[in-house]
């Protein structure tokens, strides 16, 4: 349970959280491509019985959702 406290190591979904951020600084499309491939991955990839890249799938998504959210009401409010 500490183990991630020990080491340096993030755990999967805070790994995923990051990726998204770094990923996020990218063109739309690129974004929005990379999102489509996560969410296709989590339903129909090995996502299914490794718990650890379930959650690092997760995280991810959540991450690019919100960059593409942020994005869109950025464009509104122009």
Do not use: C
């Amino acid at each position: 349970m500490f183990d991630n406290f020990v080491s340096d190591e993030l755990p999967p979904w805070q790994r995923g959280a990051l990726d998204a951020h770094r990923i996020g600084a990218g063109p739309t499309p690129h974004v929005e491509r990379t999102l489509h491939r996560a969410r296709r991955e989590l339903h129909w990839g090995f996502a299914w019985i490794l718990p650890g890249r379930r959650r690092y799938l997760k995280g991810l998504i959540q991450g690019l959702e919100e960059e593409i959210w942020k994005r869109s009401h950025s464009a509104r409010r122009k």
